[in-house]
Structure formats: structure tokens, C-alpha cells
T-cell receptor
Framework: SQQGEEDPQALSIQEGENATMNCSYK?????LQWYRQNSGRGLVHLIL?????REKHSGRLRVTLDTSKKSSSLLITASRAADTASYFC????????????FGKGTKLTVNP | DAGVIQSPRHEVTEMGQEVTLRCKPI?????LFWYRQTMMRGLELLIY????????DSGMPEDRFSAKMPNASFSTLKIQPSEPRDSAVYFC??????????????FGPGTRLTVT
């Protein structure tokens, strides 16, 4: 079964607005990662947050993690048309193998 | 660094034919992953290797699928015989597994497979 489930499935905003995507998961984790996929391309790693961290920033990206609720959010501030892509969360299970389990993604469209 | 290299980028074949997908991981990485992506099922892990040894192949759909990693710089995913339901984009990813640090995976561009 899917470990990570992103919400919403699709999001359409105007350039300059902020975009927030959420991810929920089911089991205890070592870390949670966010990836971006442009149409027709492979996934690109954006940011990793460990289970003992609550918030992390990278440029215009802000990720939060709430292990008590088993949820994470990805915030993209001041969005640009180039941010149009699908965004996936992936979890590395605690005590498990090194493999990641991906959600089905949020498709973000940023309109110019 | 050329990144993860996959070939071919596109493959169209007829049902029943053998298909071989190839992957060259990033030099120095010790873990390699094969994924399949479809609209219906999303991104599924098929198999992964660590130090060239298969660790988890529980995602391989059936015996028609096989994967090998003869050395640290090359892996293949073979489907024999292929079926229309195997049509998907197949991704290879690699990572440097450092215990306790979490792993960031680097994806190749994918192979789009169409089985008619």
C-alpha cells in the first residue's frame, strides 16, 4: 500500500502566489523527502527532513514534519511558472530497508 | 557528472517480445533502484540492489521480470515475454547509502515502454 499520500491531487495557482502541498503517511519513519518531476522527466530530489526535525528551508521551499500526526507539508513561496511540475513525498521507514516509498504526487500548475 | 544514464529512452515492441532496459548509475553510488511509473499505480519500486546484490525484489510483478547488476556501473531490467500491461515509464535511480544519513536518490530520464 502507498506509504505517502499527497493532498491535493492537483493545484492551480497564479504566479507569485504560495503553493502548499501536504503528505500523510502511515508508519514510523527515519526521514521524509520531497521530489519534483517535470513532465516527461525523471524525479529530482528537493529536500530531506529527518524524523527529529520539525522544519527545514531551502531557498523558496519550506518543509514541515509532524510525526505525531504522521504528516508533512511542502510550501513553495512566490511561485513561478517554472515551478509547474508534479511533487512527490517519499518516506524511508524506521527500522526498514533503505528503500523509499513514494506517494502519487500533487500536480502543480503555476499560471503566468 | 553525467547523472544516471538509461537506454533506450523509448521502446516500442510487440507483445511476446523480449525487452531489455539498461542503466548506468552515478559513479561511486552503491545502491541502485528500478521503478515503474503509470498513471493508475503511480511510482512503484520493482527491485533494488546494494553493492550489486539484490536486496528486495518484492515489487517485481511476476516471473516475466528479471533484473541483474553484474558490476557497479551497469544494471539491466528484462521483461520476457512482454505484455501490453507492461507499458509504462521505467526509471532507474542510484544513491550513496551512508548509514544513518538518509538516502537521496538520483533518477535517470526514464525509458518509455510501449507494448502493442
Amino acid at each position: 500500500s502507498q506509504q505517502g499520500e499527497e493532498d491535493p491531487q492537483a493545484l492551480s495557482i497564479q504566479e507569485g502566489e504560495n503553493a502548499t502541498m501536504n503528505c500523510s503517511y502511515k508508519t514510523s519513519i527515519n526521514n521524509l523527502q520531497w521530489y519534483r518531476q517535470n513532465s516527461g522527466r525523471g524525479l529530482v530530489h528537493l529536500i530531506l527532513i529527518r524524523s527529529n526535525e520539525r522544519e527545514k528551508h531551502s531557498g523558496r521551499l519550506r518543509v514541515t514534519l509532524d510525526t505525531s500526526k504522521k504528516s508533512s507539508s511542502l510550501l513553495i513561496t512566490a511561485s513561478r511558472a517554472a515551478d509547474t511540475a508534479s511533487y512527490f513525498c517519499a518516506t524511508e521507514r524506521q527500522g526498514g530497508s533503505e528503500k523509499l516509498v513514494f506517494g502519487k504526487g500533487t500536480k502543480l500548475t503555476v499560471n503566468p | 557528472d553525467a547523472g544516471v544514464i538509461q537506454s533506450p529512452r523509448h521502446e516500442v515492441t510487440e507483445m511476446g517480445q523480449e525487452v531489455t532496459l539498461r542503466c548506468k548509475p552515478i559513479s561511486g553510488h552503491n545502491s541502485l533502484f528500478w521503478y515503474r511509473q503509470t498513471m493508475m499505480r503511480g511510482l512503484e519500486l520493482l527491485i533494488y540492489f546494494n553493492n550489486n546484490v539484490p536486496i528486495d525484489d518484492s515489487g517485481m510483478p511476476e516471473d516475466r521480470f528479471s533484473a541483474k547488476m553484474p558490476n557497479a556501473s551497469f544494471s539491466t531490467l528484462k521483461i520476457q515475454p512482454s505484455e501490453p500491461r507492461d507499458s509504462a515509464v521505467y526509471f532507474c535511480a542510484s544513491s550513496l547509502d551512508i548509514p544513518g544519513q538518509g538516502l537521496e536518490q538520483y533518477f535517470g530520464p526514464g525509458t518509455r515502454l510501449t507494448v502493442t
